[in-house]
Every structure is written in structure tokens, then in C-alpha cells.
């Protein structure tokens, strides 16, 4: 059966990006090599919105976000997390564990960031060097008002760190613009390539940080990242294939635009919402995110069930809740190489299966709602 995955990573491959991996290995101490690696530079830049460098590491997600703890924080230096969910939690954990001292801004997982509380925060404790949070919560679907907190922070001494892995190329982010220090990417998202590579990009407000920092690090050091990255190299040997197939995604992602990219995502997104609203569901979380809508389900559904069976009986595959949201939501992703097209498959499984496990939903009425948006928005 052919598997359909809507899941937030990793996500779908394009065609260009499948056949990119298949070709010879190069080694990476050659021009050809830096080409390739000049190339994904500037399309990173682009997708970033930034002039600062983009360093590249092999890694998943959460290798950059510990690289970022490691290069711009010194023990016992005191951040603020602003966290609302799994990867927000994941900020605190990684600062810890390189003797950081956390200040908590804990919101119920599924609520946004009140901007108010942050400037309070930041206006009592002058010490607070970093600010760290999402572009979007992935486990909760939460969208964050990044441009906000880059106002509050501009002009206090405090950099702003933002874990984009999931939004970038799916969410709104102009990386300069908003003034945000310290941008954290990964592969497996919006970024239609496999799991395996990280990004960060950061400003000069932030390198004063890493210039300062005394946390231990080898392989993670932004030092060499950047030196390395002036000659269009990384300091040691990357996930070359990856890289190849990035450079390939990184144009398709140009060709469309990245202001339709955004668009695209932002419409499959309400497509998504539109017909799990129609079905007579709720969305659970404030400010949901173009990347993935989560699914309040109805009690009497086992969430477990509901996923299997959408996998077994039709080979899509959506993400159940973690933690505290275990059992009790579903997250379906339009994040990626999707379309419309897409959206209807996963509403119709959805659908098909909630009938089939007792849930009264009349077939179709989720269909017609997202079939709806698409025809709004093409103007049909
Ligand atoms: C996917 C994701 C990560 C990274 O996870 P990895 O498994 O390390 O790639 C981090 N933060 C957010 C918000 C994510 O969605």
C-alpha cells in the first residue's frame, strides 16, 4: 500500500530530492563540493531572511539547539525559556545540562506567549542574557508572535533564540527583520529533505555571546563553524548526500517563492481547520500554526485506534499527542512537499475512520468544507 505521511517530521520527499540522493558520493574537500555548499548557503539565507551566516552541522533538530546552549551561554549564566510544550520543555532540559540558570515562563500547553509577561520578566532581572522559544510548538501546534518578542528585546542586552525547526519555510520568520539572534533549522520539515542536517543562524549581537562563552564544546564550536563556512566548508565531513539533496530542495523552495510557500502552508492549514470543524471536532491550542493542526478528539475515541486504523486502511499516517496530550489529540501535518490534494486524502481517512469507530460524522462534510477554502482561495 502506498504510506502517506503527515506527520511533523520527517515529511514527504520530492521527486528532484529522491533522485539527488541516488547520485555517486563527492568528497567534500573539492571545488565541486564547495559549489554545492555556496549554492545551499545562499538558498538558507533566503529561506532564513538573514544576512548573518547560516552554519550547517550534521545533526538532527536538537544536535543545533544544544550547539546554540554550548556556544552562546557560559555556566551559571541566567535565560529565560518561554515554554508551552514538549520542545519548549526541551530548551530547559539542554540549559540545564550546561549548568545554565532558568527563569520559566510555564503556559498551559496549548496557550500562546503573553508578550507582557515576557517585558516583566526581562525588566526585573537585568542578568537574563538569552531569551529562548519556538516559531511553533510542534507538539502542542501553538504558532509563538516571534515579531513581538523581537521588540521587547531590541535594546535590552538580551538575545533572542528562536527553535524554528518546524515553522521555517512554513510560518512567517524574517530572521533580520524581527531581529532575532539566534534561528535554529532542521531538515526533515518544511525543508522536504530526510532527517540529518541542523542550521543556525546567528547575529552579531549574539556571536559577542559566543566570543564570551566558556561552556566545553568540540564538534558543536560556532568558532570553526565560521571559519570554515568563509571557504564554504564545515569543519569536519558532513552528510554530503544530504547536502546535494538540499540544494535541490532549496530550489524548488526559490522557484515557488518563499512568500507562496508560506501561503501554500497557510492555506492547507485552513483547509485542515475548516474541515475538522465541519466533522463537528475542535482544534485544540490558541493561534494554530500553518505546520500541523491539532485534533481534540471526542472522548469516546481511542486515540491509538483511530491512528492505526487510518494507517492500516488507507497508509496515512498522522501524529498522536505526547505527553500530558497523549490519548487525547491528534496532530495531522501540511507541512512540506503537500497540496491540496493531500489534504483531502487525509480528511477523507479521517473521516472513514471515525464512522468506523462509532464517531457520527455524516461522509464528506470535512471533504466539502476543505474542498471549499481551496476553491476560495483559487478563486473558483
Ligand atoms: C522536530 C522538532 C525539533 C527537533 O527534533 P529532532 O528530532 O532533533 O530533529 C525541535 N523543535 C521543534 C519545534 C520540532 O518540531
Not at 10 to 19: A, G
Not at 58 to 84: F, K, R, Y
Not at 171 to 189: C, E, F, M, N, Y
Request: proline share 4%; glycine share 8%.
Amino acid at each position: 500500500m502506498k504510506q502517506r505521511l503527515f506527520t511533523p517530521g520527517p515529511t514527504p520527499l520530492p521527486e528532484d530530492v529522491k533522485l539527488s540522493q541516488a547520485r555517486e558520493i563527492i568528497h567534500h574537500r573539492t571545488n565541486q563540493f564547495k559549489q554545492v555548499f555556496q549554492e545551499v548557503e545562499e538558498g538558507l539565507k533566503y529561506v532564513f531572511q538573514t544576512n548573518n551566516d547560516v552554519f550547517l552541522f550534521t545533526s538532527s533538530g536538537t544536535g543545533a539547539m544544544e550547539a546554540t546552549v554550548a556556544n552562546l551561554l557560559s555556566p551559571e549564566d541566567e535565560v529565560l525559556v518561554i515554554s508551552g510544550g514538549k520542545f519548549g520543555e526541551r530548551w530547559t532540559e539542554i540549559i540545564k545540562a550546561f549548568g545554565g540558570k532558568v527563569t520559566l515562563l510555564d503556559n498551559e500547553w496549548g496557550k500562546g506567549v503573553d508578550p507582557l509577561l515576557v517585558e516583566k520578566k526581562i525588566s526585573q532581572n537585568p542578568e537574563i542574557k538569552a531569551v529562548f522559544t519556538q516559531l511553533v510548538e510542534t507538539s502542542t501546534g501553538v504558532a509563538y508572535d516571534i515579531e513581538t518578542l523581537g521588540k521587547i528585546l531590541e535594546g535590552t542586552p538580551a538575545v533572542l533564540v528562536v527553535d524554528a525547526i518546524s515553522g521555517l519555510c512554513a510560518q512567517p520568520l524574517h530572521t533580520d527583520k524581527w531581529r532575532v539572534d539566534a534561528v535554529i533549522g532542521g531538515s526533515q520539515k518544511a525543508l522536504m529533505i530526510p532527517p540529518g542536517l541542523a542550521f543556525v543562524a546567528i547575529s552579531e549581537k549574539a556571536w559577542k555571546l559566543v566570543e564570551n562563552s566558556t561552556s566545553p564544546k568540540y564538534y558543536w564550536d560556532f568558532r570553526k563553524a565560521r571559519n570554515a563556512l568563509a571557504k564554504f566548508q564545515t569543519p569536519y565531513t558532513p552528510a554530503v548526500s544530504l547536502i546535494c539533496a538540499l540544494r535541490d530542495s532549496l530550489r524548488l523552495l526559490k522557484k515557488e517563492g518563499l512568500e507562496k510557500v508560506v501561503k501554500r502552508h497557510a492555506e492547507l492549514a485552513q483547509a485542515t481547520r475548516e474541515a475538522i470543524l465541519a466533522m463537528g471536532l475542535k482544534i485544540f491550542g490558541e493561534n494554530p500554526s500553518n505546520v500541523v493542526t491539532s485534533v481534540a478528539l471526542p472522548p469516546q475515541i481511542d486515540e491509538k485506534k483511530l491512528r492505526k486504523l487510518m494507517q492500516a486502511r488507507f497508509g496515512v499516517q498522522v501524529a498522536g499527542g505526547q505527553d500530558s496530550l497523549a490519548g487525547k489529540i491528534i496532530r495531522i501535518a501540511h507541512l512540506g512537499w503537500m497540496d491540496a490534494s493531500d489534504i483531502i486524502v487525509v480528511i477523507s481517512a479521517l473521516e472513514m475512520a471515525l464512522l468506523e469507530l462509532g464517531y457520527s460524522v455524516e461522509l464528506g462534510k470535512g471533504l466539502r468544507a476543505a474542498e471549499e477554502v481551496f476553491g476560495e482561495f483559487r478563486g473558483v
